[in-house]
């Protein structure tokens, strides 16, 4: 199996190029440390999962941090390092007293939501963030193509390039069944139990960062808002709403997500609104960056065919498709959806300066939404399908 990433290039690129520390963040089990073992075998490795490791670190003297870097060494990873009690403070000290290394540090949420109150690496740090895989990494990675792409946002400077059907050496629509039901989680690859592997994420993994840090007071709580959050997939979020049936306030709504999105479980889209008139312009929808961990949420691995809730969950693998290109290929597109209070809907509206794109993601090709375009004549729309979207 072949396992590349679309980080590959920039993660070696500024190793080479910048003296800066290198902080990958990304949710648990997206696949920071394989990623970097295999890019940097040579490089000295220290997880502060290791309570050895972890004492060290906690005691922020460079002298004792010597212990951790044999002599010779030019590169340090250090895992993991988001469970010191002040990760930013240990990663300034190495920077500084250890200037001769390039150091390179993995975090989850909990790595930039410490580091709001602790010590600044203003100037010190460059992020980057790992999401579960692309589409296009899913693909290589089983040998079904040979080089990564990105699918859909290649084609939005010229969308003459969206036929309604697209002829591929494999077979798209088993393909697409498996990711809906399972979505891309490295470890999901060659699983022997995808479903197991899912619903243990979900129930011991996802909360683990916030409940450590000790923010979210009422953990029945915040599952039940998540799994109202996963059966509302694409929709818009209603706060008040979501409080009344949850029994809880609407400020605790409000931070249990932002929580949420901190933690690369969902993100949000906001609506595009310039015109104005009959405009949604308040509410966000919400989305999974990975739909196997939203269907195991919902205890819902069911095939395609025989559920409901099938063209939603292809919305959301489209989306959030073009939300990880869009970072990890530097696009610069800003993502929002489009409605009306009449009902005219545009699904993911990707707007860069003068440039306005519309996409319409639907189960076959129909007609596109000629209230968009009557609204912003200049702007382009095109329909996503699953016979296309690759």
Same mark, same amino acid.
């Given at each position: 199996?072949?396992?590349?990433?679309?980080?590959?290039?920039?993660?070696?690129?500024?190793?080479?190029?910048?003296?800066?520390?290198?902080?990958?963040?990304?949710?648990?089990?997206?696949?920071?440390?394989?990623?970097?073992?295999?890019?940097?075998?040579?490089?000295?490795?220290?997880?502060?999962?290791?309570?050895?490791?972890?004492?060290?670190?906690?005691?922020?003297?460079?002298?004792?941090?010597?212990?951790?870097?044999?002599?010779?060494?030019?590169?340090?990873?250090?895992?993991?390092?988001?469970?010191?009690?002040?990760?930013?403070? %240990?990663?300034?000290?190495?920077?500084?007293? #250890?200037? !001769?290394?390039? =150091? +390179?540090?993995?975090? *989850?949420? $909990?790595?930039?939501?410490?580091?709001?109150?602790?010590?600044?690496?203003?100037?010190?740090?460059?992020?980057?963030?790992?999401?579960?895989?692309?589409?296009?990494?899913?693909?290589?990675?089983?040998?079904?193509?040979?080089?990564?792409?990105?699918?859909?946002?290649?084609?939005?400077?010229?969308?003459?390039?969206?036929?309604?059907?697209?002829?591929?050496?494999?077979?798209?629509?088993?393909?697409?069944?498996?990711?809906?039901?399972?979505?891309?989680?490295?470890?999901?690859?060659?699983?022997?139990?995808?479903?197991?592997?899912?619903?243990?994420? %979900?129930?011991?993994?996802?909360?683990?960062? #916030?409940? !450590?840090?000790? =923010? +979210?007071?009422?953990? *029945?709580? $915040?599952?039940?808002?998540?799994?109202?959050?996963?059966?509302?997939?694409?929709?818009?979020?209603?706060?008040?709403?979501?409080?009344?049936?949850?029994?809880?306030?609407?400020?605790?709504?409000?931070?249990?997500?932002?929580?949420?999105?901190?933690?690369?479980?969902?993100?949000?889209?906001?609506?595009?609104?310039?015109?104005?008139?009959?405009?949604?312009?308040?509410?966000?929808?919400?989305?999974?960056?990975?739909?196997?961990?939203?269907?195991?949420?919902?205890?819902?691995?069911?095939?395609?065919?025989?559920?409901?809730?099938?063209?939603?969950?292809?919305?959301?693998?489209?989306?959030?498709?073009?939300?990880?290109?869009?970072?990890?290929?530097?696009?610069?597109?800003?993502?929002?959806?489009?409605?009306?209070?009449?009902?005219?809907?545009?699904?993911?509206?990707?707007?860069?300066?003068?440039?306005?794109?519309?996409?319409?993601?639907?189960?076959?090709?129909?007609?596109?939404?000629?209230?968009?375009?009557?609204?912003?004549?200049?702007?382009?729309?095109?329909?996503?399908?699953?016979?296309?979207?690759?």
């Amino acid at each position: 199996m072949i396992t590349i990433r679309h980080l590959d290039a920039a993660i070696t690129t500024h190793v080479r190029t910048f003296k800066e520390v290198l902080i990958l963040l990304g949710a648990r089990q997206v696949g920071k440390t394989t990623m970097l073992t295999r890019l940097f075998p040579q490089a000295q490795y220290a997880t502060v999962d290791n309570e050895h490791v972890r004492s060290i670190l906690d005691r922020y003297d460079i002298s004792a941090y010597r212990e951790l870097v044999p002599r010779g060494t030019t590169m340090l990873i250090l895992d993991e390092v988001h469970l010191l009690k002040d990760p930013g403070r %240990a990663v300034k000290i190495l920077y500084d007293q #250890l200037p !001769e290394i390039r =150091l +390179i540090v993995t975090g *989850s949420s $909990a790595f930039w939501i410490k580091n709001r109150t602790t010590e600044s690496l203003a100037g010190r740090k460059i992020e980057y963030h790992l999401f579960p895989l692309t589409m296009s990494e899913y693909l290589v990675q089983t040998g079904s193509a040979q080089q990564l792409y990105y699918p859909i946002l290649r084609h939005t400077g010229d969308h003459a390039k969206f036929p309604s059907e697209r002829i591929y050496p494999f077979d798209l629509s088993a393909i697409t069944q498996s990711v809906m039901r399972y979505g891309l989680y490295p470890a999901t690859v060659g699983h022997s139990n995808k479903e197991l592997y899912l619903t243990n994420l %979900a129930e011991s993994v996802v909360f683990r960062d #916030l409940l !450590e840090l000790s =923010l +979210i007071e009422n953990r *029945s709580a $915040a599952r039940n808002l998540l799994k109202l959050l996963a059966f509302q997939t694409g929709n818009l979020v209603n706060f008040s709403e979501l409080a009344e049936k949850l029994s809880i306030d609407v400020k605790t709504v409000r931070r249990y997500l932002t929580l949420f999105e901190q933690s690369s479980i969902v993100f949000t889209l906001p609506p595009y609104m310039k015109s104005g008139r009959k405009e949604i312009g308040k509410m966000a929808k919400v989305y999974f960056f990975d739909v196997g961990l939203r269907n195991a949420i919902i205890g819902n691995f069911n095939p395609m065919n025989s559920r409901p809730d099938s063209g939603a969950l292809f919305e959301n693998l489209v989306v959030s498709e073009c939300y990880k290109a869009n970072v990890y290929g530097h696009f610069g597109y800003q993502l929002h959806f489009w409605r009306t209070t009449d009902g005219s809907e545009v699904d993911l509206v990707l707007s860069k300066g003068d440039t306005l794109i519309g996409l319409e993601v639907k189960s076959s090709s129909r007609r596109t939404n000629q209230a968009f375009l009557n609204r912003y004549p200049t702007a382009t729309l095109s329909t996503i399908t699953p016979n296309n979207y690759l």
